[in-house]
């Protein structure tokens, strides 16, 4: 009753790392509520093979669900699993990968059990709430914090009367760490009849395909980053031989993206990857809140722009006013010639 | 075969390129700076509809919107474009509704259409980016649901062969209708406004928009797909507890406009003197290798 759920998502055998960044924010919200962190795992062959890489984030019970066509995933079966054990556990708080699959299954779950859920947290919290129109006061509850309107604003989101409470949160929003303090690392393995029937496998996966990531952008140490005032697909090009030179990658804002110059996998931001390089080099970018949210925490942040009072230039280090036409092939050629 | 095809719309202010002056000098949104437009992940969902209805003759398209009054321009934009009919839940008692009160009301819609064999949406809208709607629908419905389509392949004995988008990859999957279907922005873009269907219903509205002295209602009277369905709470027969703000468990306890830390920060300009010093000073400083 009223623990901590971490939802797990498996490729395969492979535990994603969004799930132990989420086990690891879990784990500091269940200390701060003194409660204990769970977490449910659901696949075909997953037993004995994806123990190890929950547990080490401070698990006190893990419940594993193993049974032929649980994976890959399809939307009924997990919600059945996912609704049935948490009416027996009823926890007070859920998270969620802000992943294809969580964003299939969270709003399922939620819908079923009448709960609210949050989506593209960036920050949780634990706090109080008072209700200014019941007066009724609230304590311990889950701040969902999130960019809304575009990325224009922050909303704190909380709900006082329905459990459990729900938020999803992208991968590389939090940080993933093994836990050092004791925990007691219990596991289970129910009987997947019991929380699911036949009925809900319905829908057919007939091929999954999944290839290996195209880039490392989330833990490239050097980002070079375009925006709408690169001003072409052809312009990207000076920004990814910049990135090559520099042995980094590149990332786009969502206008670069909407305008079909770089693929939507390299958007940084709220609705895309979250960075936390050494060096981010903004190219052409005015920097929207939803875009500033994704790579605030990088080490140095260079920005590249024609306008001075480009809302970027506030958190950058280096303000360089030009196009980035003119001073990308310039870093390059400078960087060649001093590095050598 | 011929089906009943629903397609969930939203109208949306245009978040995607907040101007400066978008932004109040308070840090709040001036919402009457921003566009209201068609989603255009909804878009995306009416293109795959309108394909399923050229190779399914008979199979009919609807679009199911809830908004204010003025959201019956997106209804006219999907007629535009080519959809059927179309309707508007519009009602005080849905107003402040999250995600969860908003598949309340467009699911008992929905109940209150009846017999649909496909319901289709965008992924997300981008005032939320919340994705939580079509699932939620699928929920209360007790349908299955394929999110992040990005082509429905085709419908053949009642089945749907869809390929849709997954973190690093792509899948395709088999379903059954009834089916919910949530479309990517990925999926293919959405046909124009056709200039036929533009002069057929340029004049159609939800009875709210209609001024009393419309010059217009005589046309309306002997044209009755000039006159678009608008529902109330009431109408749908939908539980008022369970719609809008009363109908919602998450609530926002504060919003603010982020001001971001302002750093000190070293100017330059674009001449190569700058850019050469700034390369020394960071490859001296091993901040780059």
Redesign the interface.
């Known amino acids: 009753m009223n623990n901590v759920f971490v939802y797990i998502e498996i490729e395969g055998t492979e535990v994603?790392e969004v799930s132990q960044e989420l086990l690891t924010k879990g784990r500091k919200l269940a200390n701060e509520l003194k409660v204990e962190l769970h977490a449910v795992a659901i696949g075909t062959g997953i037993k004995g093979k994806v123990e190890e890489q929950i547990l080490p984030y401070g698990v006190d019970k893990l419940f594993v669900f193993d049974a032929p066509e649980l994976f890959?995933y399809?939307?009924?079966p997990h919600?059945d699993i996912v609704v049935n054990l948490f009416k027996e556990e009823q926890p007070q708080i859920c998270l969620m990968g802000a992943?294809?699959?969580g964003?299939?299954?969270?709003?399922?779950v939620?819908?079923?059990l009448?709960?609210?859920?949050?989506?593209?947290c960036t920050q949780l919290e634990i706090g109080p709430?008072e209700?200014k129109k019941s007066g009724k006061t609230y304590e311990n509850l889950l701040?969902?914090i999130r960019p809304?309107?575009?990325?224009?604003?922050?909303?704190?989101?909380?709900?006082?009367?329905?459990r459990p409470q729900m938020a999803t949160v992208r991968s590389g929003v939090m940080q993933k760490a093994v836990y050092e303090g004791n925990c007691k690392k219990e596991v289970v393995y129910p009987e997947v009849g019991k929380y699911v029937s036949p009925e809900a496998f319905?829908?057919?996966?007939?091929?999954?395909?999944?290839?290996?990531?195209k880039h490392n952008l989330k833990g490239a140490p050097?980002v070079v980053a375009g925006g709408y005032g690169v001003g072409s697909k052809e312009g990207f090009d000076m920004l990814f031989e910049l990135a090559k030179v520099?042995?980094g990658e590149v990332g786009g804002s969502?206008?670069a993206v909407?305008a079909g110059w770089i693929d939507?996998d390299r958007q940084i931001g709220?609705?895309g990857v979250t960075v936390h390089p050494?060096?981010y080099i903004a190219c052409g970018i005015s920097g929207?809140?939803q875009h500033?949210a994704g790579m605030?925490d990088s080490?140095?942040?260079?920005s590249i722009n024609s306008d001075?009072e480009a809302p970027i230039?506030?958190?950058?280090?280096?303000?360089?006013?030009?196009?980035v036409e003119?001073?990308v092939p310039?870093?390059i050629k400078?960087?060649k010639?001093?590095?050598k | 075969m011929s089906l009943k095809i629903i397609v969930l719309a939203k109208q949306v202010p245009d978040t995607r390129n907040v101007g400066k002056d978008a932004m109040t000098a308070e840090g709040t949104v001036n919402r009457a700076a921003l566009p209201a437009i068609f989603n255009p992940e909804d878009l995306n969902a009416l293109e795959q509809a309108l394909r399923i209805k050229e190779q399914n003759p008979g199979t009919t398209v609807g679009l199911l919107t809830m908004g204010p009054p003025r959201a019956g321009e997106i209804i006219r934009e999907g007629l535009y474009r080519g959809a059927d009919t179309g309707w508007l839940l519009t009602d005080r008692l849905f107003a402040g509704a999250d995600t969860l009160a908003t598949s309340y009301a467009l699911a008992t819609a929905i109940k209150k259409i009846g017999d649909v064999d496909l319901v289709i949406g965008g992924r997300q809208a981008i005032d939320g980016d919340t994705a939580q709607v079509g699932p939620q629908v699928a929920q209360k419905l007790g349908l299955n649901q394929v999110t992040y389509a990005e082509e429905i392949l085709k419908i053949e004995n009642g089945k749907a062969t869809i390929r849709r988008m997954i973190d690093g990859g792509v899948e395709v999957v088999e379903a059954p209708l009834p089916l919910v279907v949530t479309v990517n922005g990925s999926a293919a873009e959405c046909r124009p406004q056709n200039a036929k269907l533009v002069m057929k219903y340029k004049y159609a509205a939800c009875p709210l928009e209609v001024a009393e002295d419309d010059a217009r209602k005589g046309l309306r009277t002997g044209r009755p797909y000039l006159n678009l369905t608008q529902w109330s709470v009431a109408d749908v027969d939908g539980d008022p507890n369970q719609c809008g703000m009363s109908g919602s468990p998450t609530k926002v306890k504060e919003v603010q406009s982020i001001a971001f830390q302002a750093k000190e920060s070293k100017s330059l300009t674009g001449a190569d003197a700058d850019i050469d010093g700034l390369i020394k000073e960071l490859l001296n400083d091993k901040i780059i290798g």
């Open positions: 994603r890959p399809t939307s009924a919600t992943t294809v699959i964003r299939d299954l969270g709003p399922r939620s819908s079923s009448t709960s609210g859920l949050t989506a593209d709430y209700d701040y969902q809304a309107f575009g990325g224009n604003i922050v909303a704190t989101i909380v709900n006082p009367d329905h319905v829908v057919k996966v007939l091929d999954h395909h999944v290839e290996a990531a050097i520099l042995h969502r206008a909407d939507n709220q609705t050494k060096v929207q809140i500033i605030q080490g140095i942040i260079i001075p230039n506030k958190i950058a280090d280096y303000v360089i006013t030009g196009t003119e001073v310039k870093m400078y960087y010639q001093n590095s």
